[in-house]
T-cell receptor, first 115, second 114 residues
Framework: AQKVTQAQTEISVVEKEDVTLDCVYE???????LFWYKQPPSGELVFLIR??????QNEISGRYSWNFQKSTSSFNFTITASQVVDSAVYFC????????????FGPGTRLSVLP | DGGITQSPKYLFRKEGQNVTLSCEQN?????MYWYRQDPGQGLRLIYY???????QKGDIAEGYSVSREKKESFPLTVTSAQKNPTAFYLC?????????????FGPGTRLTVT
């Protein structure tokens, strides 16, 4: 079965706090891709990162960082020094290589950053 | 600017009517997708198309139909057979059919059927 779990439904933090969004996935495929998307209130999903299953290096992009651990099937997303503009729903998604074009999205985590 | 456009942003229909949602992209992407999003849930795939004149059912295709007559356009028709059509509909595209590239999304259409 292919599945993505984002256990945190909603998170609230105060501006400048660090916050980590959890993502746990299930797949039998040995080759797969993982993604994070941001959905601001406007509704349009914004692509953040794509990572393949053979690359476990962590990645940092400005205040964003991603921790990929195959041993625990997790692909967590950390925002450092959060800002109000980070308030959005964040989706983790899985694309198994032999699954056609079917992305498997998690239910999303709603992040509210309070001033 | 390149991107995906969906129109209209908000759409209201009476129960029993078919309605067509527009999706156009000028990114020269081969693959296009339609998703449905319900409150508190992730995206669910309705249909996708890897090439002109070809499309495949996703997880929740019942009550929906699509066409892909042009590379840039992938309209979705919500038919009266769809039992619970009120939802947020998102169109997406990706650069390559059969690839593993990220999808780019349009702004969505919020459909309300009463």
């Amino acid at each position: 079965a292919q599945k993505v779990t984002q256990a945190q439904t909603e998170i609230s933090v105060v501006e400048k706090e660090d916050v980590t969004l959890d993502c746990v996935y299930e797949t039998r495929d040995t080759t797969y891709y993982l993604f994070w998307y941001k959905q601001p209130p406007s509704g349009e999903l914004v692509f953040l990162i794509r990572r393949n299953s053979f690359d476990e290096q962590n990645e940092i992009s400005g205040r964003y960082s991603w921790n990929f651990q195959k041993s625990t099937s997790s692909f967590n997303f950390t925002i450092t020094a959060s800002q109000v503009v980070d308030s959005a729903v964040y989706f983790c998604a899985l694309l198994p290589y032999n699954y056609g074009q079917n992305f498997v999205f998690g239910p999303g985590t709603r992040l509210s950053v309070l001033p | 600017d390149g991107g995906i456009t969906q129109s209209p942003k908000y759409l209201f229909r009476k129960e029993g009517q078919n309605v067509t949602l527009s999706c156009e992209q000028n990114l020269n992407h081969d693959a296009m997708y339609w998703y449905r999003q319900d409150p508190g849930q992730g995206l669910r795939l309705i249909y996708y198309s890897q090439i002109v004149n070809d499309f495949q059912k996703g997880d929740i295709a019942e009550g929906y139909s699509v066409s892909r007559e042009k590379k840039e356009s992938f309209p979705l028709t919500v038919t009266s057979a769809q039992k619970n059509p009120t939802a947020f509909y998102l169109c997406a595209s990706s650069i390559e059919a059969g690839g593993t590239y990220e999808q780019y999304f349009g702004p969505g259409t919020r459909l309300t059927v009463t």
